[in-house]
């Protein structure tokens, strides 16, 4: 699979905050646009009304398949940082929370694709926390349990692709190798896929 035809789904992005008020009018103000183009039963819109509490500001939402049977939100409430929240239909059709993650002091990106080239598609996430970009890829096991599969940071994070159109993640970090009075030193990690894991690959 080349990295043109790779399917990538564009996160949408709600930063208006909520409200003082009751939840469904505090959610036309998150909403807005959105609120208006989906229909009033729409299951997203239903979660949300379940899960949002006073204060809380809706960063992302958005379904994974045309079902919206599994639904990635990430929170900000004014208590803590920004929270990415995974939840699953069950067999009721009602929504279970099933992985939560926190990193960084901010919320940057969501993408999801197929980043192994095992047919099925990772969540990849980007936080930015003091000077440092942080990465994470999350996927789901035979056992349907979330868990990272890559989870890095430094000053700069690429995606890239190899030629057999795998990702591979070019990290670049300051090294501190430098001497009194010259600029700040940088060197650059290559992360490839070897064995089904990420490693750092060797130097040349």
């Not at 929170?75 to 239909?89: F, H, M, N, T």
């Not at 990772?122 to 000077?131: A, M, Y």
């Not at 430094?154 to 795998?166: C, F, I, N, S, T």
């Amino acid at each position: 699979m080349t990295p043109a035809s790779r399917r990538r789904l564009s996160p949408r992005l709600l930063p208006a905050p909520l409200r003082p008020g009751p939840v469904a009018a505090a959610l036309l103000v998150a909403f807005g646009a959105l609120a208006c183009a989906r229909r009033p039963d729409d299951p997203v819109l239903l979660l949300l009304r379940t899960i949002l509490k006073r204060g809380d500001r809706v960063v992302l939402v958005r379904a994974f398949d045309p079902q919206s049977s599994r639904v990635a939100a990430v929170i900000d409430s004014a208590a803590g940082k920004p929270e990415l929240r995974l939840y699953e239909q069950n067999g009721t059709g009602k929504y279970a929370l099933v992985h939560t993650v926190q990193q960084g002091d901010s919320f940057k990106n969501l993408a999801v694709e197929d980043v192994d080239g095992d047919g099925k598609d990772e969540i990849v996430t980007t936080w930015e926390g003091g000077h440092l970009e942080i990465i994470e890829v999350i996927a789901q096991g035979a056992d349907h349990a979330y868990r990272p599969i890559f989870q890095n940071a430094g000053r700069q994070v690429e995606k890239r692709y190899d030629p057999a159109g795998l990702v591979e993640f070019w990290i670049t970090s300051r090294t501190y190798d430098e001497g009194p009075g010259q600029p700040p030193a940088y060197a650059t990690t290559v992360y490839r896929l070897s064995s089904g894991k990420y490693v750092e690959a060797a130097r040349k």
